[in-house]
């Protein structure tokens, strides 16, 4: 029987009252052999060894959208971490996660992977790679109108050589200079993907999230800059803008 959980915990020893942890899984939430559609709903400050904010199992499988998943922090996978399972996005900001070693936003290990209009954003790591995603294996990821802004020293989107992705409408940008696309082709200059300052309304990583704003300026390349079908325009009827404020629920967050 599948189950959406809170963290679980896999314990070592026992000592009187005190429990002493091996590995926990989903900080926030945790969802084994089953099937989520989670809309508004949040994962804030949160921590586990795998997948800080949200573990999906190898059965899992969720849906994503309108929501902030923030602040959370992991060995691997300091948002969000799919071990094998399905996790689609959609206007959603991942910003400020972090991971001691694998996948600062979100880790995905042979899982399936689908975002669009989304902004994932942050330090994400110190490992050196994938600060934002780390697709490893089998790993999957088809990313549309969103944007990555990696603000440490770790390579943005990092693919370990047998992983897939696809990138079209897509603005992948690092503020320190570190490499944005690593173990992948880099598709900046080709199906609409560019890696340009986003220029957002004002962030800052001082350990408050609440005094950031990621929307776009008016001077930002990013608007108007997503797929021009019209099934894509924002909600007030103009071509889709990049990042998470873009898109036909562009008004998610008001």
């Known amino acids: ?32 052999n089953a099937s989520a559609e989670l809309s508004g709903v949040d994962f804030d400050d949160n921590y586990a060894d795998q997948g800080g904010g949200l573990y999906i199992d190898e059965d899992g499988s969720v849906e ?60 994400g790591n110190s490992s050196g790679s994938g600060a934002e995603f780390y697709l490893d294996g089998n790993a999957s990821l088809t990313l549309e109108n969103s944007i990555l802004y990696g603000t440490g020293s770790a390579s943005v989107l990092y693919g370990d050589g047998t992983a897939y992705f696809s990138g079209t ?24 993907n560019m890696s340009v300052d986003p220029y957002f309304g004002g962030v800052s990583d001082d350990a408050n999230s609440s005094n950031d704003d990621w929307s776009l300026t008016s001077t930002s390349t990013c608007i108007d800059a997503g797929n021009p ?6 909600a007030d009827g103009t071509q889709c803008d990049m990042g998470a404020y873009g898109g036909p629920s562009s008004g998610w967050d008001q």
């Open 1 to 32: 029987i599948g189950a959406v959980m809170a963290a679980q915990r896999v314990v070592a020893n026992q000592a009187g009252d005190d429990n002493y942890f091996v590995y926990s899984y989903g900080g926030g939430g945790c969802v084994v």
């Open 64 to 123: 994503l959208s309108g929501a902030w998943v923030q602040e959370n922090e992991a060995t691997d996978g300091g948002g969000i971490q799919v071990d094998g399972g399905y996790l689609s996005v959609e206007n959603v900001v991942l910003a400020w996660n972090f991971a001691a070693d694998d996948g600062g936003s979100v880790l995905s290990l042979d899982g399936q992977l689908v975002v669009g209009n989304s902004t994932i954003a942050g330090d």
């Open 169 to 192: 409408y897509n603005n992948a940008y690092s503020s320190s200079g570190a490499s944005v696309y690593s173990g992948v082709t880099d598709p900046t200059g080709s199906n609409g």
């Open 229 to 234: 079908a019209s099934s894509y325009n924002d």
